[in-house]
C-alpha cells in the first residue's frame, strides 16, 4: 500500500517560513520523481516544484528564489522549504510521486499565511 503523508503546515506571519515533508511508504521512492502541488480555494491545484531521482528540480516561476524542494532517498522523503511567504501562498499542499506507469497523492496539509 502506497502512503505519502505530509507535515509541517500550519500557520505563519508573512515573511515568515515553513518546512513541508514527505514521508513516502510502498515505493521505490529513488525510482519516482517527487513533487509538490498546491491547491487555493477556489483556485485549481498547481505545481510548486519537482525533483527527479537523481535531484533535478523544476519549480514553478512564482517559487524560484523562494522555495527549496530537496529529497533524501535513504529515508524516502521530500522536503519543501519555503521562505517569504505571503498570504498569497495561502493554500493545502500536497506531496505527489510521478513513476513511470503511476503516480500517487498525499492527503495534503494545510499552509496559511497571515497578513
Known amino acids: 500500500q502506497v502512503q505519502l503523508v505530509e507535515s509541517g503546515g500550519g500557520l505563519v506571519h508573512a515573511g515568515g517560513s515553513l518546512r513541508l515533508s514527505c514521508a513516502a511508504s510502498g515505493i521505490i521512492f529513488s525510482r519516482y520523481t517527487m513533487g509538490w502541488y498546491r491547491q487555493a480555494p477556489g483556485k485549481q491545484r498547481e505545481l510548486v516544484a519537482t525533483?527527479?531521482?537523481?535531484?533535478?528540480?523544476n519549480y514553478a516561476d512564482s517559487m524560484k528564489g523562494r522555495f527549496t524542494i530537496s529529497r533524501d532517498n535513504a529515508k524516502n522523503t521530500v522536503i519543501l522549504e519555503m521562505n517569504s511567504l505571503s498570504p498569497e501562498d495561502t493554500a493545502v499542499y500536497y506531496c505527489?510521486?510521478?513513476?513511470?506507469?503511476?503516480?500517487?497523492w498525499g492527503q495534503g496539509t494545510q499552509v496559511t499565511v497571515s497578513s
Open positions: 505527489y510521486a510521478q513513476g513511470t506507469l503511476r503516480s500517487y
Open positions: 525533483i527527479t531521482g537523481s535531484g533535478n528540480t
